[in-house]
């Protein structure tokens, strides 16, 4: 499955994207956190995006729940909570 980063989320990461394997939305961003430990622990902490930081799966819905399971045709889209405006 693929993660998409954006605004502050990339600059932490220091990439764009990173493909990962994944089942759920709790495995993705552990995946997340050891593939870029600069998202530690400002975005990810404890295996979860802190408050500040929203997924959107597939760009469709906001997800949060750590068992969702996950496709390897999925796109995750991890951004700052405010991105909306």
Known sequence: MRIELFG????RAGRETLEVEARSLG???RALARECPGVVPEIVED?????G???????????K??????ATKDTLLILGAQAGG
């Open 65 to 70: 729940d750590p068992t969702l399971k996950l």
């Open 8 to 11: 502050i989320a990339r600059a």
């Open 27 to 29: 495995d993705a961003i």
């Open 53 to 63: 930081y929203l997924a959107s799966l597939n760009g469709d819905r906001f997800v």
């Open 47 to 51: 295996g979860r995006l802190t408050d």
